[in-house]
């Protein structure tokens, strides 16, 4: 296999530990890679809706509502950056003794030398370690990310008694879609077939990028349920159903260098709540809720992403060259690429990173989420004010904070605490409160993350807010 045989040889190629390989410095000199990006974006909504309820009966109430909303993006970026090292290895690995045009491992994999499981080969992650996006001034958009979408509610509610209702609602709700500002968000650099135009050897396609733009989510969520009052409003109880329908999900996903939302066909997610509020005695009131969801992606996960080509290689910046890539593959007279080929690198499957997470419990999804509150309230006898104090909590099951589920970023299970002390004038004109969040300094992931390059699953975190305290004063004039 040319001699290519383990991680060694693979990493030599960058170092120049070989003939043919990058001498040691050149890729990422001094002063290179991305030295000043600009993004910028105007955003216009507009929207018309009614909401109506009508009396059926004195017991029977149907709600009707609706919306049309109209959403209008534009964006563009400026990216200022340099990677000379680039140019020199499309040329080196085109013209390599152990992975070149030529060489006995042209085809040689990951998988091959040591990275098990690892099909893609050799040529093809060297180019995209060497090429990055992040350090290339090439990949500018100007786009245009254009929704309109209907949304409402239709609700039918009745009176068992007057301390107990019952009702099942249908509603749409909508999530405009939008742009990736960042330059890692937009790149999808490869090595494949010679693109028309491009000199003999100069193998990475430079003409194939990602949209950086990703869909409008819409969810369908039903809902059924009750509401009760007892022992005259001292307690009250409620209970509901649901299930949600997601159609092009935004998934907010790590690409290695930033975070970026992408569009996930299919998720649902059902479950039961139930809410109960008591308030025994004056000025105590109790309160107790408890969810448990079921949130999973699809039984079937693509990478929705689109990838865009330029048919004529003009400037990226211009956008009458932009089309899909499923135009720009099919052949003449439906698309650009030349009869019979051969077609560029552009037109080759997408990778699917996605597929890994069909039917399994949605990212940041726990099952379980216990939350509870009392609260007490005293007038301090003839001072005009009153004396407050509150305590609430909530628990919730382990989740994945991982947009891979890769379980390295499980998050155990763990309750929080947070409380507030305080005074406050009857009339309403001043209180002063101490308050405390995270009182017993609980750390626990919000996001975690993998870290490019790292062996062993190394991942980072950002921890979400520790123990914090501090004094409100509030006044009314």
Not at 154 to 177: C, H, M, Q, W
Not at 189 to 205: I, K, M, W, Y
Not at 294 to 322: H, I, K, M, Q
Not at 375 to 392: E, N, P, R, S, W
Request: glycine share 12%; proline share 5%; net charge negative.
């Amino acid at each position: 296999l040319g001699g290519a045989t383990n991680t060694r040889d693979f990493i030599s190629i960058f170092t120049g530990g070989a003939p043919g390989d990058i001498p040691l410095g050149v890729l990422w000199p001094d002063g290179s890679g991305a030295t000043g990006d600009a993004f910028k974006q105007d955003g216009e909504s507009i929207a018309g809706f009614t909401h109506n309820v009508f009396n059926l009966t004195d017991s029977l109430r149907l709600t009707v509502g609706a919306r049309f909303t109209v959403d209008e993006k534009d964006a563009e970026s400026r990216l200022v950056g340099s990677n000379p090292g680039c140019s020199a290895l499309r040329n080196a690995i085109a013209f390599h003794p152990l992975i070149g045009d030529a060489a006995p491992g042209a085809n040689l994999t990951m998988d091959d030398i040591g990275f098990v499981g690892d099909i893609r080969r050799v040529r093809d992650v060297t180019a995209v370690l060497g090429c990055l996006g992040i350090t290339n001034e090439a990949f500018e958009f100007d786009v245009n990310k254009d929704d309109d979408e209907w949304t409402g509610t239709v609700k039918l509610d009745f009176d068992i008694n007057p301390e107990t209702l019952v009702y099942v609602s249908y509603s749409r709700g909508y999530k405009a879609g939008g742009v990736n500002l960042d330059r890692a968000g937009t790149i999808l650099t490869e090595v494949g077939n010679v693109s028309p135009g491009l000199p003999t050897g100069a193998r990475f396609d430079i003409y194939n990028f990602l949209d950086p733009r990703f869909d409008a989510e819409i969810v369908d969520a039903y809902e059924m349920g009750l509401k009760s009052s007892l022992w005259d409003n001292k307690v009250n109880v409620n209970v509901a159903l649901f299930y949600e329908d997601f159609s092009d999900f935004q998934l907010n996903t790590f690409t290695g260098f930033n975070f970026q939302a992408e569009n996930v066909e299919k998720v649902t997610t059902k479950g039961v709540e139930v809410e109960i509020q008591a308030a025994p005695v004056e000025g105590l009131d109790l309160r107790l809720g408890a969810v448990y969801t079921d949130a999973r992606y699809g039984s079937s996960v693509t990478d929705l992403s689109t990838r865009l080509v330029n048919d004529n290689f003009n400037e990226f910046g211009n956008p009458l060259g932009l089309v899909p890539r499923a135009a720009f593959c099919l052949p003449p007279p439906l698309g650009g690429a030349p009869i019979g080929g051969p077609f560029p690198a552009s037109c080759a499957p997408l990778a699917d990173e996605l597929s890994p997470l069909a039917g399994k419990t949605l990212t940041n999804a726990p099952k379980w989420v216990v939350t509870g509150g009392i609260t007490y309230v005293h007038a301090i006898y003839g001072t005009g004010f009153q004396a407050f104090v509150h305590l609430d909590g909530r628990y919730s099951s382990s989740f994945n904070t991982g947009s891979d589920l890769n379980a390295i970023k499980e998050q155990e299970a763990f309750a929080l605490f947070n409380g507030r002390i305080g005074i406050s004038a009857l009339d309403g004109g001043i209180e002063v409160e101490f308050w405390g969040r995270n009182l017993f300094d609980k750390d626990y992931h919000a996001i975690a993350f993998t870290i490019p390059l790292q062996a062993n699953d190394g991942f980072g975190s950002f921890l979400a807010a520790p123990r914090t305290y501090g004094v409100t004063v509030r006044g009314n004039f």
